[in-house]
């Protein structure tokens, strides 16, 4: 298997199918892939496949059009220079190591007692979902009730699972396993500031992989999240940049 391109391909599917179920402008072809318009999060406003430079413009409109701010989501397959989309208003904005690890292989972490897997099943259950992640992921409540908006409406079977972490009866963390590209990537990841530093990130991340099927997970994983993944066995295979558009009134361009 190309483990670096099922990096790219599970998180280009996951970010074209979230935005898809938002609303957003869709484009596949031979020149570009993104979806633009779905999210509030420039995150997920996301250019994901780009052949040419011409194509920096053409997205730039496009994040005009609909008045959000968007990011390039640019690794190793992404031949783009650099230079013309910081020269087009868009501000490098870091960059995530794109992790991988033979799910047979995982390390098994620490037993966390009272900890327990729920799969969310149910619109009810997403809503416990939504509040816990909103208490310590990436744009807080803003981005859970988008995202879990988002999975209401692409359903809880398959290619989706998304779960909760129960410690003792109170919920305390989250993950979402996105099936595509034919590997497990992991994605929202977290758990709640009061409870961190106790083992509980690295046991739901075991938890919701070991009999997840695919040969390989995916992830692209924060600084903080880096350890604990490598912990598990994940290893760097590739580095995802990325290229942030706020806005016309923030935008160099």
Not at 37 to 47: F, I, K, M, T
Not at 111 to 126: A, K, S
Request: hydrophobic share 40%; glycine share 14%.
């Amino acid at each position: 298997m190309d483990v670096v391109r099922a990096i790219e391909d599970n998180a280009a599917d996951l970010l074209m199918a979230m935005g898809a179920a938002g609303g957003g402008s869709q484009r596949a072809d031979a020149r570009a892939t993104w979806t633009i318009g779905g999210s509030p999060l420039d995150y997920h406003n996301a250019v994901v496949r780009a052949s040419d430079t011409g194509v920096i413009a053409e997205s730039l409109a496009e994040l005009k059009k609909h008045d959000v701010p968007g990011t390039w989501h640019v690794g190793p397959s992404m031949q783009i220079d650099r230079t013309a989309l910081t020269a087009a208003g868009f501000v490098a904005a870091g960059n995530e190591p794109g992790m991988a690890v033979r799910i047979s292989e995982l390390t098994a972490p620490r037993d966390v007692p009272g900890l327990e897997l729920v799969r969310i099943t149910d619109d009810e259950t997403m809503a416990t979902w939504e509040a816990t992640l909103g208490q310590g992921f990436g744009e807080g409540e803003r981005e859970a009730r988008w995202a879990a908006a988002t999975f209401r409406k692409l359903g809880y079977g398959d290619p989706w699972r998304h779960y909760l972490g129960v410690l003792d009866g109170r919920p305390v963390g989250t993950a979402t396993v996105f099936l595509g590209a034919g590997v497990a990537g992991l994605y929202f990841v977290m758990t709640v500031p009061s409870v961190r530093r106790r083992g509980i990130g690295a046991a739901i991340t075991y938890g919701v992989l070991r009999d997840s099927g695919p040969e390989y997970a995916v992830l692209g994983s924060s600084a903080a999240g880096r350890p604990v993944y490598e912990a598990l066995g994940f290893r760097e295979y590739c580095t995802i940049d990325f290229y942030e558009w706020t806005g016309s009134s923030t935008s160099a361009g």
